[in-house]
């Protein structure tokens, strides 16, 4: 079992940056993606960014250029650096991570509790 929490998040003026870390606990056997997602008032979770073991990358179209995910396997640690944020990025963020194992179950989610990042002048 996986256990994931999130920090970094809180309020900042447009243009600015933050950045989010992920902390993973328990078992990191059979790792498939590590990923960010978000979730505005009244919408759906949108997914941010995701990182492979094999250290490759994919963002989001409106994020695209402005965040890099990244991680660090010696500390469990998944980070989400944010630059030029914009009053559209205020969301919580969710830290989430899949795993494909050789036995069932297969394939497992695991999320964290989200931490709110919100940009406001």
């Known amino acids: 079992q996986v256990q994931l929490v999130e920090s970094g998040g809180g309020l900042v003026q447009p243009g600015g940056s933050l950045t989010l870390s992920c902390v993973a606990s328990?078992?990191?056997?059979?790792?498939?993606?590590m990923n960010w997602y978000r979730q505005a008032p009244g919408k759906q979770r949108e997914l941010v960014a995701t990182?492979?073991?094999?250290?490759?990358?994919n963002y989001a179209d409106s994020v695209k250029g402005r965040f890099t995910i990244s991680r660090d396997n010696a500390k469990n640690t998944v980070y989400l650096q944010m630059n030029s944020l914009k009053p559209e990025d205020t969301a919580v963020y969710y830290c989430?991570?899949?795993?494909?194992?050789?036995?069932?179950?297969?394939?497992?989610?695991?999320w964290g509790q989200g931490t709110q990042v919100t940009v406001s002048s």
């Open positions: 990182i492979t073991n094999g250290d490759s990358t």
């Open positions: 989430n991570l899949d795993t494909i194992a050789p036995v069932p179950p297969h394939y497992q989610i695991y």
């Open positions: 328990g078992s990191m056997a059979n790792i498939h993606t």
